[in-house]
């Protein structure tokens, strides 16, 4: 599902971030990305949402080579794929329903499909009953679980997450985790970066370790 051969990232005018990285990731299977702060793991995810372009190297995803991906292809690629922040990003001056919403009216659908999509993403995450409330009135944790609920709105074949649990206490970031852990079981690929050893540990999900520009595997 996801395959990087031999990719190497540089910044304009910077040195390599990612050098002549591999990384093979199957269909349906889960690894967490650890790593020094600054190690590139938000680049390696970047790369994996067209957001940043490969300098070299081959990057597939889903069978689309992202290196040779048109500009005008990438909107349709990113519709397969699910991404979670640290902070979220939710707009603070809609409604959660809205913000779970916005990701398939941006992809164009049936104003009926699109309710019923909304809602059983915000019951998956636990959140049926606060559809109508403002981020700003939920918890940290649930303000998260918001961002998961649009991440997984359009069903994405690969959810990609960036220190989902950084602004998190150890009980909700094994919760947040463990939510990560159940769409994994049921089909998804998923690679979520964390620098919290302690949840790695608790996981004991394949884990890549990134430092020097390359990708350790973690027994
Ligand atoms: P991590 O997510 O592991 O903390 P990042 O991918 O954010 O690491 O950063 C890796 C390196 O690339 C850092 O040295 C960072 O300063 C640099 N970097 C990240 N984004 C950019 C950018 N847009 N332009 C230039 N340098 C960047
Ligand atoms: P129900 O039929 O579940 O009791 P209502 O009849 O109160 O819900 O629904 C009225 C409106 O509220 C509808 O537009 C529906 O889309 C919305 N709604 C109700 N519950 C939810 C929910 N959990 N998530 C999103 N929207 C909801």
Redesign the pocket.
């Known amino acids: 599902m996801i395959e990087f051969i031999n990719v190497t990232k540089h910044?304009?005018g910077?040195r390599h971030?990612l050098r002549e990285l591999n990384l093979q990731l199957g269909k349906g299977e889960m690894a967490l990305l650890t790593?020094?702060?600054?190690?590139?793991?938000?680049?390696?995810l970047?790369l994996l949402t067209r957001l940043?372009a490969v300098s070299h190297g081959t990057l597939r995803v889903a069978g689309v080579d992202l290196a040779t991906l048109r500009r005008r292809h990438i909107p349709a690629y990113r519709r397969r794929v699910g991404v979670v922040f640290q902070d979220h990003k939710l707009l603070m001056d809609r409604t959660v329903y809205a913000n779970v919403a916005l990701t398939l009216q941006v992809a164009g659908m049936s104003a009926r499909q699109l309710d019923h999509r909304v809602r059983a993403a915000l019951d998956k995450v636990g959140l049926g009953d606060h559809w109508r409330e403002f981020p700003e009135t939920l918890s940290g944790g649930e303000q998260q679980r918001v961002g998961i609920a649009r991440a997984i709105v359009h069903t994405p074949e690969i959810l990609l997450a960036?220190e989902p649990t950084g602004n998190l206490d150890p009980e909700l970031s094994s919760e947040i985790l463990d939510m990560f852990r159940d769409f994994y079981r049921h089909g998804t690929t998923v690679l979520v970066?964390t620098h919290d050893q302690g949840q790695v540990d608790r996981m004991g999900v394949r884990t890549l370790h990134?430092a020097h520009g390359q990708l350790q595997e973690k027994a």
Request: without cysteine; positive net charge.
């Open positions: 910044y304009p910077r971030v790593g020094p702060s600054g190690a590139g793991k938000s680049t390696l970047k940043e960036d970066a990134l």
